[in-house]
Antibody, heavy 120, light 111 residues
Framework: QVQLQESGPGLVQPSGTLSLTCTVS?????????WSWVRQTPGKGLEWIGD???????NYNPSLKSRISMSIDTSKKQFSLRLTSVTAADTAIYFC?????????????WGRGTLVTVTS | QSALTQPPSVSGAPGQGVTISCTGS?????????VHWYQQVPGTAPKVLIY???YRPSGVPDRFSGSKSGTSASLVITGLQAEDEADYYC???????????FGGGTHLTVL
């Protein structure tokens, strides 16, 4: 049973940078799956942010592409998200998930999510 | 505006059945990409309910079934139980947008 856990600051200042890490505590991070970030806001529902392969290849949501970067550290079984120039619109619950890239991007295991609030 | 369209809410009495629709387009369902359905109880992470348009993960009751035809997909829940009250999301891949897309979510109320 794969287990994922998000970690990072719950508060970020406007125009600042949101940084989150997802740790895969059970299961492998290097067995061919991709790893995704998804966020959820009351007004917009679930929004796919981007994904990363253990080899480092990334795909980003075009609406966020200019502000996001993702990285992965397979030795630590962690992958990370950075979102720059945040505004109140980036306030959301952020989930990390395991992605089945070749199965219409099925997200079969999710972390519990972490609430990030953009506020001064 | 979501690439996949779901009704905001549906409801049904215990024991009855409901259908949740998910309307896509030629660049997702119509292009052959599967639909996945997630159930989300408030305060928790989404959980896979149906994957590959019609397959249930182990542990998901057979009261839940999924289908896809053309540019539309459906989730059918029979024998409604109070514990089914939750939000349901459809998800697929869009070949034109080049990323995973979700429906806006449907809240199921068990009357």
């Amino acid at each position: 049973q794969v287990q994922l856990q998000e970690s990072g600051p719950g508060l970020v200042q406007p125009s600042g940078t949101l940084s989150l890490t997802c740790t895969v505590s059970v299961g492998s991070i290097s067995d061919g799956y991709w790893w995704s970030w998804v966020r959820q806001t009351p007004g917009k529902g679930l929004e796919w942010i981007g994904d990363i392969h253990p080899g480092g290849t990334t795909n980003y949501n075009p609406s966020l592409k200019s502000r996001i970067s993702m990285s992965i550290d397979t030795s630590k079984k962690q992958f990370s998200l950075r979102l720059t120039s945040v505004t109140a619109a980036d306030t959301a619950i952020y989930f990390c998930a395991r992605e089945n890239y070749h199965d219409s991007r099925l997200l079969d295991y999710w972390g519990r999510g972490t609430l990030v609030t953009v506020t001064s | 505006q979501s690439a996949l369209t779901q009704p905001p809410s549906v409801s049904g009495a215990p024991g009855q059945g409901v259908t949740i629709s998910c309307t896509g387009s030629s660049s997702n369902f119509g292009a052959g990409y599967d639909v996945h359905w997630y159930q989300q109880v408030p305060g928790t992470a989404p959980k896979v309910l149906i994957y590959g348009s019609r397959y249930r993960p182990s542990g998901v009751p057979d009261r839940f079934s999924g289908s896809k035809s053309g540019t539309s997909a459906s989730l059918v829940i029979t024998g409604l139980q109070a514990e089914d009250e939750a939000d349901y999301y459809c998800q697929s891949y869009d070949g034109s947008l080049s990323y995973a897309v979700f429906g806006g979510g449907t809240h199921l109320t068990v009357l």
